[in-house]
């Protein structure tokens, strides 16, 4: 079993739709949880970044994390063409730099 | 535009040869780290530098290395290509010694022929 799981899709949606990508993790020492947008052939772009359990919200994009069941999510409302792109999750544990990501969605919303 | 740079952008070398890869951090950026990226491995960290010194170890082969400089930018060096090389190398860098956020640059891809 890989550390963090992450469903690699594709995964295809309309214009406007509310897009949900999620990862798994079985390290309970993750503190740090990360998502990365990466266009392709570009470097990873960090999208959100939070600590421990609990919501963060930007503009149209929501994480959540759910240290009780390993659980990590991300939120995209109101998607666009433009957000299309592979979506990376990352996490770490405090004060430790190996940061483990999963597989990557790819995800491409459709005008 | 993260601020993070990478050179070369494209890299086509034979097996058994070495290649340097080079990176410089964002301003005011210490850490920075060193990425593979291939089609069935996914994003696998390699190894962090702080400040100039080697600060985590991630799944990096004994024929790879790298170091970072005074100015802070910082090299991987691979040796003995195997085709299995072949791959995009990220750099990132943060601005503390522990990985929270970190920016990616734009990636050197290696071609191991």
């Known amino acids: 079993q890989k550390e963090v799981e992450q469903d690699p899709g594709p995964l295809s949606v309309p214009e406007g739709a509310i897009v949900s990508l999620n990862c798994t993790y079985s390290?309970?020492?993750?503190?740090?949880f990360m998502w990365y947008r990466q266009y392709s052939r570009k470097g990873p772009e960090l999208l959100m970044y939070?600590?421990?359990?609990g919501n963060k919200e930007d503009g149209r994009f929501t994480a959540q994390v759910d240290k009780s069941s390993k659980y990590i999510s991300l939120f995209i409302r109101d998607s666009q063409p433009s957000d299309s792109a592979t979506y990376l999750c990352?996490?770490?544990?405090?004060?430790?730099?190996?940061?483990?990501f999963g597989a990557g969605t790819r995800l491409t919303v459709k005008p | 535009d993260s601020g993070v740079t990478q050179t070369p952008k494209h890299l086509i070398t034979a097996t058994g040869q070495r290649v340097t890869l080079r990176c410089s951090p964002r301003?005011?950026?210490?850490?920075v780290y060193w990425y593979q990226q291939s089609l069935d491995q996914g994003l696998q960290f390699l190894i962090q530098?702080?400040?100039?010194?080697?600060?985590a170890k991630g799944n990096i082969l004994e024929r790879f290395s790298a170091q970072q400089f005074p100015d802070l930018h910082s090299e991987l060096n691979l040796s003995s290509l195997e085709l299995g090389d072949s791959a995009l190398y990220f750099c990132?860098?943060?601005?503390?010694?522990?990985?929270?956020?970190?920016?990616f640059g734009p990636g050197t891809r290696l071609t191991v022929t």
């Open positions: 990132a860098s943060s601005a503390s010694g522990t990985s929270g956020r970190q920016y």
């Open positions: 390290n309970s020492a993750f503190q740090y």
């Open positions: 939070t600590y421990s359990s």
């Open positions: 990352a996490m770490s544990q405090y004060n430790n730099n190996d940061m483990r």
């Open positions: 301003s005011g950026d210490l850490s």
């Open positions: 530098y702080y400040n100039g010194e080697e600060r």
